[in-house]
T-cell receptor, first 116, second 110 residues
Framework: DGGITQSPKYLFRKEGQNVTLSCEQN?????MYWYRQDPGQGLRLIYY???????QKGDIAEGYSVSREKKESFPLTVTSAQKNPTAFYLC???????????????FGPGTRLTVL | GQQVMQIPQYQHVQEGEDFTTYCNSS?????IQWYKQRPGGHPVFLIQ?????EVKKQKRLTFQFGEAKKNSSLHITATQTTDVGTYFC??????????FGPGTRLSVLP
């Protein structure tokens, strides 16, 4: 089955610790995205990558970091600098046409991060 | 970057009633997407609109793109309890990514 996997589904961390969220896709999509969703809110873009070894900041990149060493993988690190890290994190991927992302996004099941 | 609004924020309907949510942008859009997120789930793509004035239907769902390509609507006829969730529009952000609206949360009373 093709799709996007995120692990773990629930994650608990102590304040001040960095934590890395996993996102893997086997859809052969070039573009991958990380979003943050707070309760009752919309999706806010953290980082996105349209090609391996390249990524761009989204609207709320402060306190987060990413890497894109492989096409299939786009891990997100929530650093201790992120002031309010407790949220629902969603990873997505899409096809690009010559570097433009006009196509539907496929979302993973998400990771609910709680920082205690 | 792009700014997008959705109204209403919440809508409560009785099962069988119709429902409409609107998505508005201050700029002309190249395309717009609609997603549905069930409670506790992740967003699922519903449709993409590209042409001015375009109307697309999926069973009880009707999607429309405004003539000026600055707004869009999603209309559900005769809602069912399975329609419960949050409906998001997403607008193209200069071909780099998409900006999601805040969503309209629909609850359907049986």
């Amino acid at each position: 089955d093709g799709g996007i996997t995120q692990s773990p589904k629930y994650l608990f961390r102590k304040e001040g610790q960095n934590v890395t969220l996993s996102c893997e896709q086997n859809l052969n999509h070039d573009a991958m995205y990380w979003y943050r969703q707070d309760p009752g809110q919309g999706l806010r873009l953290i980082y996105y990558s349209q090609i391996v070894n390249d990524f761009q900041k989204g609207d709320i990149a402060e306190g987060y970091s990413v890497s894109r060493e492989k096409k299939e993988s786009f891990p997100l690190t929530v650093t201790s600098a992120q002031k309010n890290p407790t949220a629902f994190y969603l990873c997505a991927s899409s096809i690009t046409d010559g570097g433009t992302s006009y196509n539907e996004q496929f979302f993973g099941p998400g990771t609910r991060l709680t920082v205690l | 970057g792009q700014q997008v609004m959705q109204i209403p924020q919440y809508q409560h309907v009785q099962e069988g009633e119709d429902f409409t949510t609107y998505c508005n942008s201050s700029t002309t859009l190249s395309n717009i997407q609609w997603y549905k997120q069930r409670p506790g789930g992740h967003p699922v793509f519903l449709i993409q609109l590209v042409k001015s004035g375009e109307v697309k239907k999926q069973k009880r769902l009707t999607f429309q793109f405004g003539e000026a390509k600055k707004n869009s609507s999603l209309h559900i006829t005769a809602t069912q309890t399975t329609d419960v969730g949050t409906y998001f529009c997403a607008v193209d952000n200069y071909g780099q990514n998409f900006v999601f609206g805040p969503g309209t949360r629909l609850s359907v009373l049986p």
